[in-house]
């Protein structure tokens, strides 16, 4: 159920509840004792009974349609004045009719309003008793009342704080969907962002170095068949390692099964396709290598991978070096090569990707280069690291 239809349901059975009640008033009176016909009161009590039915139903509305600042209190003196008269001419007998009054006061004032307008009911219940009988047996006869009227009170208290609860519930309930489908719309971003950078770190690093190996064998195809055979064999054989890397990526989702295999060792082999395409390597591994987890040991190897694929495609270079670094916290692994280099770092998907996967881990990735002076891009990751 909505908040509307709660509130629209909540609204129609307090106003058949209060005609119920009025009702029930002016049944008492009509049969408290020998009923004397006077035309002028009984004209009075049913212009009154209209009256205070009307404002009971429809008039705390309409106020409330008016955007009054004093439309409440208007609203409760009106309906205490028309109660009252009520009350006060079937002596005392009605006085059934201002209990709604009570369950109104605590549903729509504040603490000390619903309080005030609580004692007035009580009192004005009470007076016409006052008048008739005096004192006597005064306690016997309004704390019945009193009773009524505070039972009515604190139910109604209880009812509203019951109904206040189930909004907020309600309403708590509804921003949990919307956190579900925000947290699910973003989990969904975040895995396609993973799988492009799977599709670009493998697939194009495998794709790039079949490219190169392909030109060189068009361009030794007449002058050096042997070399050209070569060159398609090393296409070949990176075309048959593309697509087991394209499995993995599907059968995993955070860690690459190569790690089996030390991290230098393939290392070393991704430098030799470097060497193939004609770029003298060098590798170098300082401290005691030891197992990593499969997420630092994965995002270092796609580092250098990302690294010596922009070598072989932009760097127009000579020699190219990779070290690795393994300290007691971190490790650090550094990709330079001696060619054109750039007025700044690219910020193309590759290196975009590295840096989120990076970061991921609490690691740092930084770029030095300039015009001339080659390109050196840097990884430091904490040995521990887990994805955060």
Not at 101 to 122: E, F, H, K, N
Not at 260 to 285: D, H, M, N, Y
Request: with cysteine; charged share 15%; proline share 4%.
């Amino acid at each position: 159920m909505n908040d509307n239809l709660l509130k629209k349901s909540s609204s129609q059975f307090g106003n058949i509840a209060f005609a119920v009640v009025v009702l029930a008033g002016y049944s008492s009176w009509l049969t408290s004792g020998p009923f004397k016909f006077d035309m002028a009161v009984l004209a009075a009590m049913v212009v009154l009974g209209l009256v205070y039915l009307g404002l009971g139903t429809w008039g705390e509305k309409l106020l409330d349609r008016l955007k009054w600042t004093w439309a409440a209190p208007l609203y409760f003196l009106l309906q205490l004045l028309v109660g009252g008269a009520i009350v006060y001419l079937s002596q005392g007998s009605a006085w059934l009719v201002l209990l709604p009054l009570a369950s109104q006061a605590v549903d729509d004032l504040p603490g000390r309003g619903a309080l005030l307008v609580i004692s007035m009911v009580w009192i004005l219940q009470v007076v016409p008793f006052v008048l008739l009988n005096g004192w006597t047996n005064l306690a016997a006869f309004s704390m019945p009342i009193l009773a009524a009227v505070v039972f009515v009170a604190v139910f109604t208290k209880i009812t509203v704080n019951e109904q206040e609860a189930r909004l907020k519930l309600a309403q708590a309930n509804q921003k949990l969907r919307q956190y579900a489908a925000q947290a699910e719309q973003l989990a969904t971003i975040q895995e396609r962002n993973r799988l492009a950078r799977e599709i670009h770190d493998g697939l194009g690093h495998y794709l790039t170095a079949i490219n190169i190996q392909i030109k060189a064998a068009q361009a030794f195809i007449e002058q050096d068949p042997p070399q050209a055979k070569v060159a398609l064999e090393n296409a070949q054989n990176l075309s048959q390692e593309a697509l087991a890397d394209v499995r993995r990526s599907i059968s995993e989702l955070r860690s690459d099964p190569s790690t089996a295999s030390p991290l230098p060792a393939r290392l070393a082999a991704l430098l030799e396709e470097t060497r193939r395409a004609g770029i003298q390597t060098e590798l170098k591994v300082q401290g005691a290598p030891e197992p990593l987890s499969p997420q630092v040991d994965f995002t270092l190897y796609r580092a250098a991978q990302e690294a010596l694929t922009n070598v072989r495609k932009h760097a127009s270079a000579s020699h190219a070096s990779l070290s690795l670094v393994y300290t007691e916290n971190s490790l650090r692994l550094e990709v330079c090569d001696d060619g054109v280099g750039a007025q700044q770092a690219s910020g193309g998907f590759g290196l975009t990707g590295l840096e989120e996967r990076v970061q991921l881990l609490g690691g740092a990735l930084t770029v030095k280069t300039a015009p001339g002076q080659g390109f050196c891009l840097a990884v430091e990751i904490p040995r521990h690291a887990e994805i955060k």
